[in-house]
């Protein structure tokens, strides 16, 4: 004779029925998270790889006009100021080799530059700090320069260059991020081979030779 069903059997088997369905539901879901948090983090650094793409274009072309400063007198007079401006949020310089005036300078996280035909008779970077500017740099950063001379007691730096007879030795670049502040900057080092200073009066070529002085 047959053993009947136990009546609690059926009860059992639906809660085992039950469990294995949650079961089945959270590995699901555990799934769909890993798959979303994966797509994420592919997402997070191809946007990193770009930013870092922009950042070494934009620092190449920074670097290529901090490297191609002129040192072009203002005036005849004895100890005259070079055609050079630094600041800590903006830098005005003469280019030797395109013979333009270039302002660069941190406009609201970006980093833009305006350059203009150096005329002669110029002595200053009005007119090409109002010029319409292109985005060297764009992004949440923040930007500030610093230049240094190498004295006999060593490097000293200062947050400003104008109004001076000759150029920096070494021109700084620190670029920080504003989205994550404990974060090192980002720093470019340049130091510019210089030719002696050369004056351009009126009418001058610009072209070196017999206007070096």
Same mark, same amino acid.
């Given at each position: 004779?047959?053993?009947?069903?136990? $009546?609690?059997?059926?009860?059992?088997?639906?809660?085992?029925?039950?469990?294995?369905?949650? =079961?089945?539901?959270?590995?699901? /879901?555990?799934?769909?998270?890993?798959?979303?948090?994966?797509?994420?983090?592919? #997402?997070?650094?191809?946007?990193?790889? &770009?930013?870092?793409?922009?950042?070494?274009?934009?620092?190449?072309?920074?670097?290529?006009?901090?490297?191609?400063?002129?040192?072009?007198?203002?005036?005849? %007079?004895? &100890?005259?100021?070079? =055609?050079?401006?630094?600041?800590?949020?903006?830098?005005?310089?003469?280019?030797?080799?395109?013979?333009? =005036? +270039?302002?660069?300078?941190?406009? $609201?996280?970006?980093?833009?530059?305006?350059?203009?035909?150096?005329?002669?008779?110029? !002595?200053?970077?009005?007119?090409?700090?109002?010029?319409?500017? !292109?985005?060297?740099? /764009?992004?949440?950063?923040?930007?500030?320069?610093?230049?240094? /001379?190498? !004295? &006999?007691?060593?490097? +000293?730096?200062?947050?400003?260059?104008?109004?001076?007879?000759?150029?920096?030795?070494?021109?700084?670049? /620190?670029?920080?991020?504003?989205?994550?502040?404990? %974060?090192?900057? =980002? !720093?470019? +080092?340049?130091?510019?081979?210089?030719?002696?200073?050369?004056?351009?009066?009126?009418?001058?070529?610009?072209?070196?030779? #017999?206007? #070096?002085?």
């Amino acid at each position: 004779m047959r053993k009947g069903r136990k $009546s609690g059997d059926g009860g059992f088997a639906m809660l085992e029925a039950l469990v294995v369905l949650l =079961l089945s539901t959270l590995i699901f /879901q555990a799934l769909l998270l890993s798959a979303y948090l994966v797509t994420r983090s592919s #997402a997070a650094a191809s946007r990193d790889a &770009g930013s870092v793409e922009r950042l070494a274009t934009g620092l190449t072309a920074l670097r290529r006009d901090l490297s191609e400063v002129a040192a072009i007198k203002t005036s005849e %007079r004895p &100890g005259a100021p070079l =055609l050079f401006y630094g600041g800590e949020r903006a830098i005005g310089l003469a280019t030797g080799s395109t013979d333009q =005036l +270039v302002w660069i300078s941190a406009r $609201s996280g970006d980093l833009v530059r305006s350059a203009i035909a150096r005329l002669p008779s110029a !002595t200053g970077f009005e007119k090409v700090s109002a010029a319409p500017p !292109t985005a060297l740099l /764009q992004g949440a950063w923040d930007y500030r320069f610093s230049f240094a /001379q190498n !004295t &006999g007691k060593g490097i +000293v730096w200062s947050s400003s260059w104008f109004d001076r007879p000759r150029l920096p030795d070494i021109i700084r670049l /620190q670029i920080w991020s504003k989205s994550d502040a404990r %974060r090192a900057p =980002l !720093t470019l +080092v340049v130091s510019p081979h210089v030719d002696p200073p050369r004056l351009c009066p009126e009418g001058a070529s610009c072209e070196g030779g #017999a206007d #070096a002085t």
